[in-house]
């Protein structure tokens, strides 16, 4: 019998054991909008970082953009039990039907980055993108000595653009004599040069151009500098990345950026999924503030 006792207390202290060491068993799961990006590789790594710390499991899902990837991905984690969902839309609202699924399985979700609409979620974590559009607008209200035509290169279905091209077109209400006379989509690099070029042969008198995002803003500064338009054109993007801040230390054409900051953002998205495991309750909004970079003085 005292042998018996001894495996019973000794199963019973391995089982608690074998609990301890898995209570965080199911983890997290995120499913990022790209790894193209140095933004988001910074994000990611941030994510990674702090999951480590806390020694959390985390599994990185990468949808390349592809809103079918990203669906299957997160139906992914949902097959797989994960206690949180941390989730950057590559689609706004496209994302709408995995964000319930998950919820519907007992799954709380987190958006990073980019926020999703039309459904509740339990935090979202991300730049004041509205904010940083105002920002923009001021300091191409600036630049432009409160005067000229402007363009933007824009990406609808992501709600943090819209949010910086809502706060940008806000602030230059302020300026009536910085008038928009230009607006198209260029999600890629390839593809906001060829909607950059298409929009200075249609306006000829653009003066400046707002970037939804570095890669947009870089693309424009290539296509104003192939038109021979350097000396007029005034170009600012939004995101703050290494080579786009480089640019606008060197690049006459590409005058500021707004800056996020990536790693903040990955850090607290984890920290928040935890404290949702925990049990704790956390904010629903969780903004910031992002910085506005013209050059190596700051």
Same mark, same amino acid.
């Given at each position: 019998?005292? $042998?018996?006792?001894?495996?019973?207390?000794?199963?019973?202290?391995?089982?608690?054991?074998?609990?301890?060491?898995?209570?965080?068993?199911?983890?997290?799961?995120?499913?990022?909008?790209?790894?193209?990006?140095?933004?988001?590789?910074?994000?990611?790594?941030?994510?990674?970082?702090?999951?480590?710390?806390?020694?959390?499991?985390?599994?990185?899902?990468?949808?390349?953009?592809?809103? $079918?990837?990203?669906?299957?991905?997160?139906?992914?984690?949902?097959?797989?039990?994960?206690?949180?969902?941390?989730?950057?839309?590559?689609?706004?609202?496209?994302?709408?039907?995995?964000?319930?699924?998950?919820?519907?399985?007992?799954?709380?979700?987190? +958006?990073?980055?980019?926020?999703?609409?039309?459904?509740?979620?339990?935090?979202?974590?991300? +730049?004041?993108?509205?904010?940083?559009?105002?920002?923009?607008?001021?300091?191409?209200?600036?630049?432009?000595?409160?005067?000229?035509?402007?363009?933007?290169?824009?990406?609808?279905?992501?709600?943090?653009?819209?949010?910086?091209?809502?706060?940008?077109?806000?602030?230059?209400?302020?300026?009536?004599?910085?008038?928009?006379?230009?607006?198209?989509?260029?999600?890629?690099?390839?593809?906001?040069?060829?909607?950059?070029?298409?929009?200075?042969?249609?306006?000829?008198?653009?003066?400046?151009?707002?970037?939804?995002?570095?890669?947009?803003?870089?693309?424009?500064?290539?296509?104003?500098?192939?038109?021979?338009?350097?000396d007029k054109v005034k170009v600012i993007g939004f995101d703050g990345m290494q080579?786009?801040?480089?640019?606008?230390?060197?690049?006459?054409?590409?005058?500021?950026v707004i800056r996020q900051y990536p790693d903040q953002m990955g850090k607290k998205?984890?920290?928040?999924?935890?404290?949702?495991?925990?049990?704790? +309750?956390?904010?629903?909004?969780?903004?910031?503030?992002?910085?506005?970079? +013209?050059?190596?003085?700051?």
């Open positions: 019998m005292k $042998s018996l006792r001894k495996m019973t207390t000794l199963a019973a202290a391995t089982l608690l054991a074998c609990a301890s060491s898995s209570a965080w068993a199911d983890g997290i799961g995120a499913s990022l909008l790209t790894q193209q990006h140095p933004f988001y590789i910074e994000l990611a790594d941030a994510m990674k970082a702090e999951a480590k710390a806390q020694n959390v499991p985390l599994e990185v899902a990468i949808a390349n953009q592809d809103l $079918s990837k990203q669906l299957a991905d997160i139906e992914d984690m949902i097959v797989k039990g994960v206690d949180v969902l941390v989730v950057s839309p590559v689609d706004s609202k496209g994302v709408l039907p995995a964000i319930q699924k998950a919820q519907k399985a007992g799954i709380k979700v987190i +958006t990073v980055d980019v926020p999703a609409e039309g459904v509740e979620v339990l935090s979202y974590v991300g +730049t004041d993108n509205y904010k940083g559009g105002e920002k923009a607008g001021e300091l191409m209200a600036q630049v432009l000595n409160n005067k000229g035509e402007v363009a933007i290169i824009n990406y609808p279905t992501v709600q943090s653009v819209v949010s910086r091209i809502d706060g940008f077109k806000k602030a230059l209400e302020g300026h009536p004599e910085v008038k928009i006379v230009a607006e198209q989509t260029g999600i890629t690099r390839a593809e906001a040069l060829a909607a950059v070029q298409n929009m200075l042969q249609a306006n000829p008198d653009i003066d400046g151009i707002f970037g939804f995002g570095d890669d947009a803003a870089l693309a424009a500064a290539v296509a104003v500098k192939s038109a021979g338009l350097q080579e786009a801040r480089d640019a606008v230390d060197n690049d006459p054409v590409m005058v500021g998205a984890v920290e928040t999924a935890v404290a949702v495991m925990k049990g704790e +309750t956390v904010p629903a909004q969780q903004p910031i503030e992002p910085g506005v970079y +013209t050059g190596k003085a700051q």
